[in-house]
C-alpha cells in the first residue's frame, strides 16, 4: 500500500490541540475574574445597573442611624452618603 506519511501529522495535531487547551485555560480565568472583579452587577441584559442595588441603599440609609452606606455586588462601587 502506499504510504504518504499522514501518522506525522498526529503528532503535529496534539501539539496544537494541547497549545489551544494551554490558551484557554490562562484566558478563561483571567476573564472569569476581570467580570467578577470589575464589573457592577447588572440586569440581565447588562444594560442598566441592577435595580437592588439601589433598593439596598434606600433600605440602609432609611435606618436613624445610619450616616453613609455602601455595597458591594460582584465588585460594584455603588455608594450613597448622607449629612445626618
Known sequence: ???IGWWRLDGAAALFNSAEVLRDGVR???FAVADLMDER???YDQRK???LIGEVLD???????AKSAGIR?????A??????
Not at 59 to 65: C, D, F, K, S
Not at 73 to 77: E, L, N, T, V, W
Request: glycine share 4%; no cysteine; charged share 20%.
Open 59 to 65: 433600605v440602609l440609609m432609611a435606618e436613624p442611624w
Open 49 to 51: 445597573p441592577h435595580p
Open 73 to 77: 455586588m460582584r465588585g460594584a462601587k
Open 28 to 30: 478563561t480565568p483571567k
Open 41 to 43: 452587577a447588572t440586569t
Open 79 to 84: 455608594r450613597a452618603k448622607s449629612s445626618m
Open 1 to 3: 500500500m502506499f504510504s
